[in-house]
């Protein structure tokens, strides 16, 4: 699994969207988007962020 696949089924599995964790982590849709698509990587310190938004004791990464 991908770190953009995890995202997207953290996300999924809280029933939200794409616009309303990029709110929560003060970066724009897009960005989320080419997240999610393994467009690109986020930086470890949105990482942290998205672990800490969705409360997981472990990395994004994990599956």
């Known amino acids: 699994m991908t770190v953009g696949?995890?995202?997207?089924?953290?996300?999924e599995d809280a029933d939200?969207?794409?616009?309303?964790v990029a709110d929560a982590?003060?970066?724009t849709?897009?960005?989320m988007s080419n997240y999610?698509?393994?467009i690109c990587n986020p930086s470890?310190?949105?990482?942290v962020a998205?672990?800490?938004?969705f409360t997981?004791?472990?990395t994004i990464c994990s599956p």
């Open 29 to 31: 849709n897009r960005m």
């Open 44 to 47: 470890l310190e949105y990482l």
């Open 5 to 11: 696949e995890r995202i997207r089924e953290l996300r």
């Open 50 to 53: 998205l672990s800490r938004f």
């Open 56 to 58: 997981c004791p472990q």
């Open 36 to 38: 999610e698509r393994d």
């Open 16 to 20: 939200l969207k794409q616009k309303e």
């Open 25 to 27: 982590l003060h970066i």
